[in-house]
């Protein structure tokens, strides 16, 4: 967020002249529609956000939300897994995930048949001491969780799986009016004392208008590894009782395995083939189920007959080089008629490796730029956006006219 022209903080100033005497009225104002318009592109390519969500702690979500995302990945789904439990992160610890590989795609070293289908991200990346505790007030975390969504390239996503923390606090809170499509999947075991904060879940969900896909009954029971039969740790139908009494789906139980436990607190969920697990053999109905509910409807990209131009841009002119650039000018042409300028901020990370992935999903089809390395050159031929070299210091307008004269000239 840009900094205050008088240097308060943007989120207690308010361009309130009480607050902030001297401060221009209109600077929040554009910050603010800058934000909204970057957080509404981002979500715009994330086709189904879930939010996995507890009335406590201690019911396994955790496991539950990363179990998902690692079952959509496995199955070729395109999924983002967001921790925002900010104060217990447990995400990076149960995958055994230490170091970004690319912490502006959320991409880590992960096994090659997830490496392509899932991104992860967690306040721990962003920690010098993982063991420390994260001491943060309600605005704080609303803003983190804006910035994981708007400040990672995710790209396209089938789905976002978000490990809220348990209960009904400021982290769901966000998420709900910062994704204002998600849907909640909540956790429970079937004890009494589970049960009665998952009902304060559902009337969250419900009071604030936040869809609710089911709930999912964990610990429901152990396989005895003597005899095979199921034991059950509390009292069963719990969890259905309680989805019927509240009108919401359930979604299915699933069994205590001390496997999955033991992978998880060491690190090493990644290596737990789900053929071997009962819990993620339980798991996959209600993967199935999630599949049906939630369809797969293609993200638009490159509109046919529209050209989308983007000019990187310093002080509104093409820039000498594109490292130089903090904005760039997005121009639509219909029918050889130029529409709108829409000015976007430019996003972090090299040009090579991120730029051209974003301009993608922006829908660009024509890029005009000077001075590119042949990897970047690659990568956007790869995308089918071509490139045009421009001269630098002219508006982007002019430059977009040149083109089209040329084209119209060329007969192309």
């Known amino acids: 967020m840009t900094e205050c022209p008088t240097g308060a903080d943007p989120q207690t100033c308010g361009a309130d002249p009480k607050t902030c005497p001297g401060c221009d009225p209109g ?87 997830l490496f392509n289908n899932l991104r992860v991200i967690s306040i721990e990346v ?18 983190l969780i804006r910035q994981f969504v708007t400040e990672v390239q995710w790209g396209e996503l089938d789905y976002l799986v978000i ?21 909640a999947l909540i956790v429970t075991t079937p004890q009494e004392i589970s049960l009665a904060d998952v009902r304060k879940s559902i009337n969250f969900c419900q009071k604030i208008n936040l869809g609710i896909l089911g709930l999912v009954e964990n610990m429901s029971g152990l396989k005895c590894p003597h005899c095979g039969q199921a034991v059950p740790l509390f009292p069963a139908g719990g969890g259905a009782k309680t989805a019927r009494a509240a009108k919401v789906p359930f ?22 083939k789900e053929e071997d697990s009962p819990f993620f053999r339980a798991l996959r109905p209600i993967v199935d189920y999630l599949l049906e ?19 990187p841009v310093v002080d509104g002119r093409l ?30 990370g090299p040009l090579a490796g991120g730029i051209p992935e974003w301009l993608e999903y922006l829908g660009v089809t024509h890029f005009i730029a000077m001075g590119l390395s042949q990897k ?6 790869h995308k089918g956006i071509e490139l045009i070299p421009g001269t630098p210091g002219e508006t982007p307008e002019a430059l977009v006219e040149k083109y089209l004269q040329a084209a119209a000239a060329a007969g192309t």
């Open 319 to 348: 820039a000498e080089k594109v490292s130089d650039a903090k904005d760039y000018a997005l121009i639509r042409v219909e029918d050889g008629r130029l529409g709108a300028q829409e000015v976007v901020e430019a996003p972090p």
């Open 163 to 183: 490990d809220a923390p348990p209960g009904t606090g400021d982290e769901p809170m966000s998420v709900a009016q910062t994704i204002p499509d998600a849907q």
């Open 251 to 272: 979604l299915g139980s699933l069994p205590f395995d001390p496997r999955v436990v033991e992978a998880a607190d060491q690190g090493k969920l990644l290596e737990v």
């Open 126 to 143: 962003l920690m010098r001491n993982r063991e420390m505790a994260v001491i943060w007030r309600g605005p704080l975390k609303h803003q």
């Open 293 to 311: 509910t939630l369809p797969l409807t293609p993200v638009p990209r490159q509109e046919p007959g529209i050209m989308k131009f983007a000019v």
């Open 376 to 381: 970047a050159l690659d990568l956007l031929a």
């Open 27 to 113: 600077h929040h104002a554009e910050e603010k529609e800058k934000e909204e318009l970057t957080l509404a592109r981002a979500l715009k390519y994330i086709r189904h956000k879930l939010l996995v969500m507890s009335g406590k702690g201690g019911v396994g979500k955790s496991s539950v939300a990363v179990a998902l995302a690692l079952t959509l990945a496995r199955r070729g789904h395109k999924v983002g897994l967001m921790d925002v439990d900010l104060h217990g992160p447990n995400v990076l610890r149960m995958l055994g995930l230490t170091e970004p590989l690319d912490l502006m795609h959320a991409q880590f070293p992960l096994p090659p048949d």
